[in-house]
């Protein structure tokens, strides 16, 4: 325990490598309280699973990040609890249909089309700022039905998301931002009153009209997790699954010698690297996890991402492997808050790799020149330059 | 009880009996089928559940909804049998309903 005392969440070499503090924490304190924020962090795969299952205990009502919102909490699937969560969730669900969205793989595989054809000279680039982000947020503008100059400025607008400047457990984005992407997200709701599209947004107004119980603020809070997650999520997990396959060059050629393999190696990655690492939730009543009381009203950071790492439940589980047997894991979370947007990621995923690997053959990243998102619920790359 | 059938990926068969008023899930994840992920635990959210429906004992069976069709759609796996064994409330009436744990995508 004395051990574990002295690790700084700060700390480049953590930012760097989680996983082996992650261990540590697993195997010293599995339930530990970080003495600078007071926050509870669990970080064992049965302590997650129970955590994440008993929503009595562990509310995501005050919010699912370190600091939430007032603009989201109470409103977003997020931070709701069953049995309001369960009805909305039926609602926003429908308009993350899986048809919808294998109807705009077409469309994405033009845009990645587009994209490499600019780059063919070159055959170096940032792959974050001119491969990932430009076909990831083309995409969710798509799905948002954004016209190119909201496109523009949704992505402005999430810019600053994960930002390290209250440190690496404060808030995810200024308070000021989290109302401009509000405001923002009324204004595009406003628009279509008026005309509607077959996008999220107009989904989401029909559904009211025709009597789903659903508020206007709801559906903008609802929206901007969905542009969050675009950003924060899925905008990380390309990348990391770029950078697993490239530190496992053996495990790279044998995708590309056998493509249907694409979905397990999808599936591997966001197990191996989580792109989200944590949720937050707030304890409500106090309860014994791990062998560890949590006493009421502290903030509990679950760990995914070193759940998905515990020697407990998975076997060598820090070894990269696309072959691996299916585990049980909580890449996409687990329980009444499984991600809604997991089959979106997967079915966008699958597409764009299925394009890109073929032109990137073996790719070289310069991950000495990279750049680490430096927040605790975010695994992934600023920058990550990349050549071909 | 009535008898539920889960054949696993390797082709095994195995009886279990069927608690009335559990999802096919529950009943099947409650037995230690480790193969059946149903990683939302029931909310019809994730489609770690799916399973094929043996035609012929799939009469009681009551008929897929619009979101579960949804969540199936993602699936390379599917076909005209496939169900999310969460959304099957278990009935005497499905007495020896045989399903199959469908393949991981």
């Known amino acids: ?388 | 009880m009535p008898i539920l059938i889960v054949v696993t990926r390797d082709g095994a068969e195995r009886e279990i009996e069927g608690r009335v008023g559990l999802s096919v899930m529950e009943n099947i994840r409650d037995q230690g089928f480790d193969e059946l992920q149903a990683l939302c635990g029931g909310s019809c959210s994730c489609a770690t559940c799916h399973v094929y429906v043996d035609p012929a004992s799939a009469g009681s069976v009551p008929p897929t909804s619009e979101d579960e069709n949804d969540l199936l759609c993602g699936s390379d796996a599917r076909n005209e049998t496939s169900r999310l064994s969460c959304q099957i409330r278990f009935s005497t009436a499905m007495d020896g309903l045989r399903v199959t744990i469908a393949p991981e995508d």
């Open chain 1, 1 to 388: 325990m004395t051990k574990i005392m002295d690790f700084n969440l700060s700390d480049p070499a953590f930012v760097a490598d989680p996983y082996p503090t992650y261990r540590r924490l697993r195997d010293e304190a599995p339930v530990w309280q970080d003495p600078d924020s007071g926050l509870w962090l669990v970080t064992r795969y049965s302590g997650v699973e129970r955590a994440t299952a008993d929503y009595a205990s562990f509310s995501s009502a005050k919010g699912n990040v370190v600091q939430d919102s007032p603009t989201r909490v109470g409103k977003t699937l997020g931070s709701i609890d069953p049995p309001r969560h369960d009805e909305l969730r039926r609602i926003i669900q429908r308009g993350l249909g899986n048809a919808r969205i294998e109807a705009m793989l077409p469309g994405i595989r033009v845009e990645l089309a587009d994209c490499m054809a600019r780059l063919a000279d070159k055959r170096e680039c940032d792959f974050i700022a001119d491969i990932s982000q430009p076909i990831l947020f083309g995409a969710l503008g798509r799905m948002l039905g954004l016209d190119a100059a909201a496109a523009a400025r949704a992505t402005e607008l999430t810019k600053g998301l994960f930002h390290q400047d209250d440190g690496p457990m404060g808030s995810i984005l200024q308070p000021e931002t989290f109302m401009e992407i509000a405001r923002f997200l009324r204004e595009q709701l406003d628009n279509r009153r008026g005309e509607r599209g077959d996008d999220l947004i107009s989904i989401l107004l029909n559904a009211k009209e025709d009597g789903a119980p659903l508020s206007d603020e709801e559906i903008v809070a609802n929206v901007s997790t969905v542009l969050m997650a675009g950003n924060a999520s899925i905008g990380h997990f390309l990348p990391n699954v770029m950078h697993a396959l490239w530190r496992h060059p053996d495990q790279r050629r044998m995708l590309r010698d056998d493509p249907a393999r694409i979905p397990a190696a999808i599936d591997e990655a966001v197990r191996w690297d989580t792109s989200t690492q944590c949720f937050a939730r707030q304890v409500v009543q106090e309860t014994e996890i791990d062998g560890t009381r949590i006493p009421a009203d502290s903030r509990a950071i679950i760990f995914y991402a070193s759940a998905n790492r515990d020697e407990r439940v998975i076997p060598d589980p820090d070894r990269f492997d696309i072959t691996r047997a299916r585990v049980r894991h909580f890449g996409f979370g687990i329980g009444p808050h499984f991600c809604a947007g997991a089959d979106t990621a997967r079915l966008m995923l699958k597409e764009i790799m299925r394009e890109l690997l073929p032109y990137l053959g073996d790719y070289e990243l310069d991950v000495r020149n990279a750049k680490r998102v430096g927040h605790i619920m975010v695994r992934g790359f600023a920058n990550l330059p990349i050549s071909w």
